[in-house]
């Protein structure tokens, strides 16, 4: 897909961004580490993919008045099948590259997003996430000649956790829904690069999209509680593709000096 398209940072004036000099990281595998290496790419998966069942909805109440300014013109059942047409068109149309904002790793992370010990963490900031992307331009192609890419925009965000049983948030956005998660997932402290087919929905799980990794990533650790090995293997394939990251393994399970 990332061969017929391009991408720009479409920056929108009602999300707050923390400062671009915030610490983010990413958990992967092992595996997928190794194919963003190989790729150049970072890959962004698509939204009705990621395992929440509360992805890309709406609150209680909000249904509630949602249902309610429907409802003069639509029965109960065409309300209901509208949002969720809606929902769902919304989460088929968007890829998801999330992040975590912290100074430092979290062990919640690594638990739950790396599958054993053979995983990574990249280090990296908001900017140098948003540095990625040109900044959006409303025209993009020379007039009176064809366009060779489709222009897409991506929308970066920090999530904000909410009460879906009582509390509300603005979604004048379609978008909007996708940058909010129930409370639960607090600790996560995510922030998010959302891809927007605006075209058409996704056929894939995920798009691949172009980045200079050398300018993306700060470093990399390596799962705390992996063999040294594992450190010699990222250190070795990262400078087999030219990249000079620093590479050590993460020391927050390490015992402190008695």
Known sequence: MSSVYAFAYYPLSFIELPTPKSTIW????LSQFLAMLDTRTLHFSRADCLGDPLEGTITKPMV?????????????????GFWRDQQFRNLKSVAISCWTMSKAESALMWSSYVKGHEGIA?????GRLIAQFPKWRKRRSIP??????????IIIGDVRYLDYENETYPDAFNIIPLLHKHIV?????????????????LEEEGVSVPVDLSTLVDSIRVHPRSQPLLAEIVTKAT????FTFTVEQSQIVRRPMS
């Open 26 to 29: 990413r958990y992967m595998s």
């Open 144 to 153: 009176g000649k064809p366009a060779d890419k489709e222009w897409m925009p």
């Open 239 to 242: 400078r087999m593709h030219g």
């Open 122 to 126: 990249i280090k990296s900031t908001i």
């Open 64 to 80: 509630e008045l949602r249902d309610f300014r429907t409802s003069r013109t639509l029965s109960d059942k065409e309300v209901r």
């Open 185 to 201: 997932y607090k600790d996560e402290r995510e922030l998010r690069a959302l891809l927007w087919i605006t075209s058409q929905s």
